[in-house]
């Protein structure tokens, strides 16, 4: 039998309302009736922590890979951004650029830190594959312009 089918039902309510994000953590305890007592055992016991942290995960999974998704479009964007008539845009832009691979390459750090309790997270980007990305993208920006 799984932990989440341990789980009672009352239990299983709470975590799918504390996930839903309508209601905050003391709403959603006092809709279900539970004492801040009571959660704090539930919080102390291993399957509902363990079900707990499970959705936690999920839903960075479903956020990394949103953002994921958008990355090349926000890269396009910084891009083109670069040949705006303003100068502060395009100064602004190019300083995101050049600091992208930077941030990459913390961002990258922090995952490889949290991927280790959880090999099965799939790979991220290094900093070395963000600036080929970015390297490709202005390299292609300045053909088009040719």
Partial sequence: MSKTKQLSKKQLAVI????????????????????RN???KWLAEER????FS???DSAHRQSRLIIAGYAPIAAAKLVQLTESESQETARKACLDIISL????????EQ???EQKSDEAQGEQFSAETAARLLAALAEEKGE???
């Fill in 101 to 108: 691979p930077n941030i990459a390459a913390k961002k990258a």
């Fill in 38 to 40: 009571v959660y704090n």
């Fill in 48 to 51: 509902f922590d363990d079900e």
């Fill in 16 to 35: 799918e309302d504390l996930f839903s994000g309508e209601l905050d953590e003391q709403q959603v305890l006092d809709k279900h009736n539970v004492s």
């Fill in 111 to 113: 995952l490889s830190k």
């Fill in 54 to 56: 499970r959705r936690i």
């Fill in 144 to 146: 088009i312009r040719q």
